[in-house]
């Protein structure tokens, strides 16, 4: 499993890492999230079908585009 922390400055609160949570979780291949709203970060784990390419376009989609 791969891991990757994007930079999304969107991110101001709780509610934000849930959402960006649960949109994630719902891609095949997506196993952890962490969000931090201090850092501002997402902690994804993940192995295929999922790839990079895919989580960046759903944190886009929901508009917390990662940097």
């Not at 994007?6 to 891609?27: A, D, R």
């Not at 095949?28 to 969000?35: A, I, S, Y």
Request: glycine share 8%.
């Amino acid at each position: 499993m791969s891991g990757i922390v994007f930079k999304v400055p969107k991110i101001s609160c709780g509610h934000c890492v849930m959402t960006i949570t649960n949109e994630l979780k719902e891609v095949p291949g997506v196993g952890k999230v962490e969000g931090n709203p201090a850092s501002k970060t997402v902690n994804v784990e993940f192995e295929a079908p999922a790839t990079e390419e895919k989580l960046r376009a759903v944190l886009k989609e929901i508009n917390f585009p990662a940097e």
